[in-house]
């Protein structure tokens, strides 16, 4: 028994397309796997559900990455095409030059790109910006504008604190140390966000040369009037202009020196073939997902149509929240809510939507690349500096808006993105193309796996939507004072008060999981569900365990691995437990002793379960 069922297992990580195997059964399989019975899940579901997790891998992501590098290698190794197209070429030569980069060789820093002119420290920082090199003095970004979602603006701010710090030279140490002391001074402040034209911002700001600046990062003479700056941290700007003005030119271009190649030190890849084909996800997410999208993935249009069909049953059950009205809202709030779910849009892998099937668009989009497949340092460079060049493209034309048709995200990540994500501007979820594989995903699985984990993320990034920063953006993603008062409404604030009752690493976080987890449950079991009244019936393919426990064991499976891994969220253990405790049928589900029973209960949009 035990080996065929490790052969219906076998059968599903290696071969689940060809696969006839109960993809059920091996679920279960793999969910009674986990489990460490010893521990009550009464008291710490998390070491209940994970704490027989002995995989290979630090977490879940890690296999999907994985699986999805193996499959990227086929492809770009592939050279049966006599014809290929060309950016499969572009990306095919990328990868070797990629694999053949002798691991020790340093990546040298192009020529000429501080010396030439006399240095000059805005035209110096723009052009490292031009290869991706960001938050030095300030952040830059192509970015929308907060009232106006679809038009085009160069944003600027005060840089975030690096957690990474540099063994510096002691001339360099008191710039580093200087530079601190003012972004910690500046902190604290209520930061006003202006949108302001070039020539004003040249006017507020005359510590700083911003004609050098935009020339140098945009490749053209900007245009006083028709450049929009959306800038906060003002005050920031001013005391940074001088106090770089007065440093010494030759430390300051030291300084440069150094941040720079401690970008290069984190953006370059090890020459090994999976590292490369992570590497090249992140700089160039439009032609990865592309091949991904067109070579390895099969199963589109099914996944499609039943995510579709979940997102729809999941915003249909936030909708009848919002008619339940629990905050009291006016009926002009509840319009803005009920308008903001109902645009809201799902994408199925960052790619544009209907250029799917137009292989110009793709064919040039990296027109102005030129990659080598021996000279990988060079094609670096490039790939870089495309990513700049793209980001900003917009910016060279007068009011230039974003062409919604060709959107895809394109940021200044050096680790791809595989996680769902929630953009507030564009009102829009989209799920990479990397998590929709096995363990996350398999659209033959039955339901009550596909709503315990996606249902689940596609419940928590919609939450994000309502969350006290999400709030502020309406339907089409500008940010209006309805959200504002919507925050401020006394239970809204109570909501968020009450999710705090244990520390949290992230407030929205912990929001977004424990409004998510409640709405895949609700929308599963349907809102009038109640463990005390009603019995399951189980599956044919579980005897043992329940329904709802099947639900809340995947829901938390999703979370194994190993301990610490988070970033920006709490542990895994703790979102596990935290979600779980405020469902107030988990205690019921799992006949919980009274002392373990009484639920956080903290319900912001969803009337309370008792
Ligand atoms: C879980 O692991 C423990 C020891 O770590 C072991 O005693 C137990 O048999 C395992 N349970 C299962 C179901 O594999
Ligand atoms: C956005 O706000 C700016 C001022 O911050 C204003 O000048 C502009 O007209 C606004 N745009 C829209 C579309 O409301
Ligand atoms: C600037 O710093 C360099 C290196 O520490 C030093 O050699 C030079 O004399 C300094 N220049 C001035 C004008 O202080
Ligand atoms: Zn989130």
Not at 465 to 488: K, P, T
Not at 506 to 525: H, P, V
């Amino acid at each position: 028994m035990l080996r065929i069922i490790f052969g219906l297992l076998w059968c599903i990580v290696w071969a689940v397309t060809h696969c006839k195997a109960d993809i059920n059964l091996a679920t279960m399989h793999s969910i009674r796997s986990n489990l460490d019975r010893r521990v009550s899940p009464c008291t710490n579901f998390w070491a209940f559900a994970c704490g027989n997790w002995s995989a290979n891998y630090v977490d879940n992501f890690q296999l999907a990455e994985k699986r999805y590098a193996d499959a990227m290698i086929a492809v770009l190794t592939d050279n049966s095409n006599m014809d290929p197209p060309r950016l499969f070429k572009q990306l095919q030569d990328y990868f070797s030059s990629c694999v053949g980069h002798p691991q020790e060789k340093q990546i040298q820093l192009p020529q000429k790109l501080l010396s030439g002119d006399a240095f000059e420290w805005t035209r110096a920082t723009a052009r490292l910006r031009r290869y991706g090199l960001n938050g030095v003095f300030f952040d830059e970004m192509a970015d929308v504008a907060y009232n106006d979602s679809l038009r085009y603006v160069v944003e600027l701010k005060r840089p975030v604190a690096r957690n990474n710090h540099l063994p510096l030279r002691t001339g360099l140490q008191l710039l580093e140390k200087a530079l601190r002391d003012l972004r910690e001074k500046h902190h604290n402040e209520e930061s006003l966000l202006h949108l302001w034209t070039l020539s004003k911002l040249k006017q507020e700001i005359p510590q700083i040369e911003w004609q050098t600046y935009f020339e140098e990062l945009l490749e053209m003479e900007p245009r006083d009037d028709k450049l929009l700056v959306q800038i906060s941290d003002v005050e920031y700007f001013r005391k940074l202009g001088e106090l770089l003005r007065e440093s010494n030119k030759t430390i300051l271009e030291f300084y440069l020196r150094e941040r720079l190649a401690s970008f290069v030190k984190e953006a370059k890849p090890r020459s090994t073939a999976h590292s490369c084909i992570h590497h090249m996800s992140a700089l160039l997410p439009l032609g990865m997902n592309h091949l991904y999208d067109r070579y390895v993935y099969r199963t589109r249009s099914e996944d499609m149509r039943q995510l579709q069909q979940m997102f729809a049953s999941l915003r249909g059950t936030f909708a009848k929240y919002l008619e339940l009205n629990r905050l009291e809202l006016s009926s002009e709030q509840l319009t803005y809510l009920h308008a903001k779910l109902a645009n809201m849009q799902l994408k199925l892998g960052n790619l544009p939507d209907t250029a799917s099937t137009d292989n110009d668009f793709y064919n040039n989009h990296y027109a102005s690349a030129s990659f080598t497949a021996d000279d990988f340092v060079e094609n670096f460079w490039q790939a870089l500096r495309l990513r700049t060049h793209l980001q900003h493209l917009p910016l060279r034309q007068p009011g230039a808006t974003v062409q919604l048709k060709y959107y895809y995200v394109n940021d200044d990540l050096v680790r791809a993105r595989n996680a769902p994500y929630f953009e507030h501007e564009r009102n829009m979820l989209t799920v990479p193309l990397v998590f929709m594989q096995w363990p996350f995903y398999d659209y033959r699985q039955h339901s009550v796996f596909r709503h315990s984990l996606m249902g689940f993320i596609l419940g928590h990034e919609l939450s994000h939507a309502f969350e006290q920063e999400g709030i502020l953006f309406d339907a089409a993603g500008n940010e209006l004072v309805l959200g504002l008062q919507i925050r401020q409404n006394v239970k809204f604030q109570a909501a968020l008060k009450c999710v705090q009752h244990s520390p949290t690493a992230s407030l929205k976080e912990r929001l977004a999981d424990f409004n998510g987890l409640q709405l895949a449950y609700d929308t599963f079991f349907g809102l009038g569900h109640d463990s005390n009244r009603f019995e399951y019936r189980p599956y044919e393919f579980e005897q043992e365990m329940s329904p709802p426990q099947l639900f809340h064991l995947n829901f938390a499976q999703f979370f194994c691995g190993r301990l610490p891994t988070a970033i920006g969220h709490d542990m895994d253990d703790v979102r596990v437990n935290e979600a779980e405790h405020n469902l107030h049928q988990f205690s019921i589900d799992f006949s919980c002793p009274r002392q373990h029973s009484d639920s956080i209960g903290c319900e912001m949009w969803r009337p309370a379960s008792r």
